[in-house]
């Protein structure tokens, strides 16, 4: 079908990012513990840069696609870190 079984399972795994992003939002809501809102933060960038990359199953390769992604792939290292180590 031409489609790259790569970029098609980052698509499934955005969805899944993006529940988990949802899941911790809500257990932030319940316990107020900050800590989760890093922990929602990273999964929230990591859902966008795996929506980003699949974005090039419907549309032609993007050129800043991939340096973008670097960039997020810093920041949701950080974020998990800072929620990690967060009291």
């Known amino acids: 079908f031409g489609?790259?079984?790569d970029k098609?399972?980052?698509f499934v795994s955005a969805h899944l990012a993006a529940a988990l992003a949802f899941l911790t939002?809500?257990?932030y809501a319940r316990t107020k513990r900050?800590?989760?809102l890093f922990v929602t933060l990273a999964f929230f960038l990591f859902s966008l840069k795996?929506?980003?990359?699949?974005?090039e199953l419907f549309i032609d390769e993007i050129a800043w696609v991939d340096p973008v992604s670097a960039?997020?792939?810093f920041i949701i290292l950080l974020s998990f870190f800072y929620g990690v180590i967060k009291k």
Do not use: C, G, H, N
């Open 50 to 55: 795996l929506f980003m990359i699949s974005s």
């Open 71 to 73: 960039f997020l792939d």
């Open 34 to 36: 900050t800590k989760l």
């Open 25 to 27: 939002l809500i257990a």
């Open 3 to 5: 489609l790259e079984v």
């Open 8 to 10: 098609l399972l980052a």
